[in-house]
Antibody, heavy 122, light 110 residues
């Protein structure tokens, strides 16, 4: 079964760091670009960042709201994508989803994880 | 990048059709053929419904259709069913490997 499972969320104080993981299974992880999307409580979806596959250099791109504070990486040997978050703010409180870029048309996301909740509060 | 504009809610009776609009700018919706739509039930992950404005991935019922005119994309659900009650989000590619989502529309089946 093709699946993404996020982990690593929790309660963290403002200014601290947290690393989220997205573990992929059921497909060749290295062939796919990956994205992170977040959803604040009761709010809509917000694109956070995107990482191309290693084939295309693994380059990363970020939303202006998180640039410089969030970093996406991937470990092909473990089939895991990471979202390293630093300098966390209360407005970063959200459920964070990882999503796979659709192979037929990469600007769409066909597989989503169940999400992991991050709460930034003192 | 501002969020795409969607109506907060739409409703319809079973069997009817509803259409959700998604308005952006020439820098996103109007500038690319890459509009996608996602369905989200409460507490669940988004589900992939439409890509490239009007294409349906395998497994999505043909009751769901997409279109675009200028800076506005639309999702139409025909033959509304109870299980279609959910939040729907449009998403547009905005160039340079960036994306923008709509604010979401709650579909209520009366």
């Amino acid at each position: 079964e093709v699946q993404l499972v996020e982990s690593g969320g929790g309660l963290v104080q403002p200014g601290r760091s947290l690393r989220l993981s997205c573990t992929a299974s059921g497909f060749t992880f290295g062939d796919y670009a990956m994205a992170w999307v977040r959803q604040a409580p009761g709010k809509g979806l917000e694109w956070v960042g995107f990482m191309r596959s290693k084939t295309y250099g693994g380059t990363t791109y970020y939303a202006a709201s998180v640039k410089g504070r969030l970093t996406i990486s991937r470990d092909e040997s473990k089939n895991i994508a990471y979202l390293q978050m630093s300098g966390l703010k209360t407005e970063d409180t959200a459920t964070y989803f990882c999503a796979r870029a659709y192979v037929t048309s990469w600007p769409a996301f066909d597989i989503w994880g169940q999400g992991t909740m991050v709460t930034v509060s003192s | 990048q501002s969020a795409l504009t969607q109506p907060r809610s739409v409703s319809g009776s079973p069997g009817q059709s509803v259409t959700i609009s998604c308005t952006g700018t020439s820098s996103d919706v109007g500038g690319y053929k890459y509009v996608s739509w996602y369905q989200q039930h409460p507490g669940k992950a988004p589900k992939f419904m439409i890509y490239d404005v009007s294409k349906r991935p395998s497994g999505v019922p043909d009751r769901f259709s997409g279109s675009k005119s200028g800076n506005t994309a639309s999702l139409t659900i025909s033959g509304l069913q109870a299980e279609d009650e959910a939040d729907y989000y449009c998403c547009s590619y905005a160039g340079s490997f960036t994306w923008v989502f709509g604010g979401g529309t709650k579909v209520t089946v009366l």
